[in-house]
């Protein structure tokens, strides 16, 4: 297939950029990626593993000690508990956005993205201000009468699964919202002239015609769930550890560089078996978008 | 009602069941944000409820602490840097991946998407580390890198979405006047995907200033980012000056928001008008 | 070779263009298997051919878009094989218009002239006579998404010739346009090419298109050039079966020659269609070998039963103003198609008369092969 003479200009290929020309424009991005992406990560999981030879005694160690397994634990159920809610609030504002038009797709969409794109230091302050002894939940409550003295609401499980649930909620609706929009309208009308009932039509087209986009969302935040560090740093605290403040603890306060690493490989290995394993629902080629 | 329903009564109701479900979730996805505002403005330390004030104490508080302007400062430079660098390697490499000729795109694919999928904690410690044996903790370059890594992917994606939706033929046309091809992509091609690179780099970023995790770990005493300074402050000391930075920065982001929406629109309407012309009658 | 003989074979090639077996293949596809053919200075000649016939793909690597697997590209009377496409300075329109939407027309029209350094002032100037060449004076300001399709056109052509190329290349630039718009344009781009004197190349799938505008036409069938001359040549005496099927309408029937009578070049050739429905002809073929022979329409003469001919039924008329064809049925599920002039005073047939088809021996073709 080559040409039997080199063409003569460095930048041509005939209609497209040559492949030298092509490596070029790639490499910035490709040394980018190396020095700060690749090399902090090899260099971290060198030291978990190598200190001085090899040895695995920081992974089994996050693994024996029951301190640990409660924090990798806690950090499981906590994920769960932030995905199902955010399905259980997610699907219902997609469904909504999804038959909506003209101005009231505008406001749901903006009251999707906003949050979106709010620093998490935001919303995670706000949650503070909300569940605070003093703040206005507990206003509300005690000035109903339905307590006494004001609650405990800040560094508990519950508030850390509620901030985070209200902090990714918005990916759980952008994934369904897309899934639910490429269903043809036809279908639900098909299936309404054939006898079925608004209820049964949902849960025998819409809802299984969705699914992907409730895979995707769901593994999204799951994901991001389980490495989440701001929220449940503020508004867990140190009772309600999870593994992102547990590594934050061993950098900052025990400098226990080797320890830390185990528990980044750790937590890197579980997400990314879980996004080999759904590549088939997120497909990230096509994600990327560089094969059309 | 003297009109007639237009659709079927089971239809109504499951209708208004499920758009009530639906905006009370919006309520709850708005109302935290919301609520940062009125407090900004209140003489009170705690919010209450009905507000006893107006006061914009904490506003002048904040203008007037060197350590809040200073980390502002420091955060706007940053997000300046890791915005233009993002977007120019970020453009190269989407050119390369559309126009070019790549051997191994599964590779390049990876490593686009690697950032997105690695979370951050992982990242922000690993660099730490490096950072930190290299003396780039708070650092302008050492945040520039870091930042620049993390909004490549969204850079990416926006300018490669721009680039599918426009004729590629424009470029030959272009050839076959005599045009380079660095002036081809100057004269024709940058003007067409402009706007989706704009708001790449609107978004870039965007990424960059409101980034917490990373931000967290590689600053340091003298030299710290927005997002760690309110971090600082929440665990510490909660003042209300940081609902005032909250609200300040919301309205950044309706603002960006709105740019980059105008942006979008902008691309959408040059792609059409190119693609019109092959339909014209 | 001397230099003055050079920049002879220079001046007097400026505007050839000629490619010498040119092979481009896509995997294990050849979309061009071995062709050649050369234009000559100021000729306006058409490649056409049916999709995938290997045109496009020329017309590619004439401009530069395409590297050819083997074979050479020479334009006046250099090697431009592996010239880059910005450096040929060759004239090209494309199917979709392709006009640059953020600019201005006069500033599309102007563009090529400001790759080449031309001065601000003398660039405007040369861009208005390129407009007024193509009869959209007073456009210069609108932006392309405002023009319709053919004013679209026009300024595309206009952007090709403003740097007075000698070579003109378009690729089926008029097949987005409707039939009278077309027609319209195609007298145009003849008259424009005929006043510049340019080389024109253009590409269509279309053979009336091909044969009313074109000085030569070459015919391309899955990258092979079947046959080039001019539409008379082509439409007169076809090369190949493809031609002769390709351009026009055509009547095959099949056939079979007979042992050589005598010394003469021509031999006897034999139509045999059942129930001894059965007519001679004459050929230039070989002796004693399975052939079709290629009839037009309107050449041939309908006759009453009986008659000299071939014996058959109509079973169609079709009625299309100038002309009448009839479709007549003559045996063993062969049907052929005659055009008759409304003026003949024979066009009067209807669906079930019986009829003698006949021709003149000189408007039959033969081809070697069976169908």
Known sequence: MKSTT????????????????????????????????????????????????????????????????????RTLRVAVFVTVAALLLGYPLALAMSRAKGLALTLLAAAVVLPLWTSVLVRTYAWIVLLQRNGLINQALTSLGIVDAPAKLLYTEGAVVLAMAHVLLPFMVLPIYSALRGIPEDYAKAALMLGASRWSTFREVTWPLSLPGVASGCLMVFLLALGFFVTPALVGGPQQMMVATLISQQVREMLNWPFAGALVGI????????????????????FVGTRT | ?????????????????????????????????????????????????????????????????????????FSLQTGLVAAASATVVGTMAALALVRGKVRGKSIVELLIVG???????????????????LRLTGTLLG??????????????????????RYDADLEMAALSCGAGRLRTFWHVTLPMILPSVLSA????????????????????????????????????????????????????????????????????RRAAAAHAEGAAK | MAAANAQ??????????AVSELVKRFGSVAAVDGVSLAVEPGEFVALLGPSGSGKTTILMMIAGFEYPTSGRVEISGADMTFAAPNKRNLGMVFQRYTLFPHMTVEDNIAFPLKMRGVSRGERMKRAQAALEAVRLAGYGGRQPGQLSGGQQQRVALARAIVYEPRVL??????????????????????????????????????QTEALTMADRVAVLDHGRLQQIGTPRDLYERPATPFVAGFIGETNFLPAKSMAAAGSGALVPIALELGSGNSAMTVGAVPANALLRVAIRPERLVLSKAGAQGLQGTIVETIYAGSATTCVVEIGNGARLRARIAAERADAAWSPGDQVAVSWRPEHARAFAGTP
């Open chain 2, 1 to 73: 009602m003297s009109r007639p329903l237009s659709r079927p009564p089971s239809a109504v109701a499951s209708g208004l069941a499920s758009r009530a479900v639906a905006y009370a979730v919006v309520v709850f996805l708005l109302l935290p944000t919301a609520i940062v505002m009125p407090m900004s403005v209140s003489p009170e330390k705690y919010l209450q409820f009905p507000p006893s004030g107006f006061s914009l104490k904490w506003y002048s508080a904040y203008f007037t602490d060197r350590d809040w302007i200073d980390s502002t400062l």
């Open chain 1, 6 to 73: 080199r063409p003569s200009d460095f930048w041509l290929g005939g209609r497209r950029i040559s492949e030298a020309a092509s490596l070029a424009l790639l490499v910035p991005f490709a040394v980018v990626l190396l020095i700060a992406f690749i090399l902090p990560l090899a260099t971290l999981l060198h030291e978990s593993l190598f200190e001085p030879a090899f040895n695995t005694a920081n992974y089994a160690r996050a693994f024996a000690e029951p301190v640990y397994v409660r924090v990798m634990g």
């Open chain 2, 143 to 164: 945040f520039a890198m870091a930042h620049t890594v993390l909004a490549l992917p969204f850079v990416i994606f926006t300018v490669l979405a721009g680039l599918y």
């Open chain 3, 169 to 206: 290349l378009m690729d089926e630039p008029l097949s987005a346009l409707d039939k009278n718009l077309r027609e319209e344009m195609q007298l145009e781009i003849k008259h424009l090419q005929r006043e510049l004197g340019i080389t024109v190349i253009f590409v269509t799938h279309d």
């Open chain 2, 201 to 268: 780099a609107l978004f870039a970023f965007i990424i960059s200033f409101d980034e917490a995790v990373v931000s967290f770990f590689i600053s340091d005493l003298d030299h710290k980012s927005l997002p760690r300074k309110m971090f600082e402050d929440i665990d510490y000391d909660i003042s209300p000056v940081l609902a005032g930075v909250a609200t300040m920065l919301t309205l950044l982001t309706i603002a960006v928001l709105i740019a980059g929406h105008y942006f979008r629109q902008l691309s959408d």
């Open chain 3, 8 to 17: 002879d074979t220079v001046r007097t090639s400026s505007g050839r263009v």
């Open chain 1, 267 to 286: 937590l890197l290995a579980f997400v990314l078996a879980l996004t080999l394993a759904f590549n088939r629902f997120i497909r990230i080629e096509r």
């Open chain 2, 115 to 133: 950032p997105v999928i690695v979370p951050h904690i992982a990242l922000a410690v690993a660099m730490f580390l490096v950072f930190d044996r």
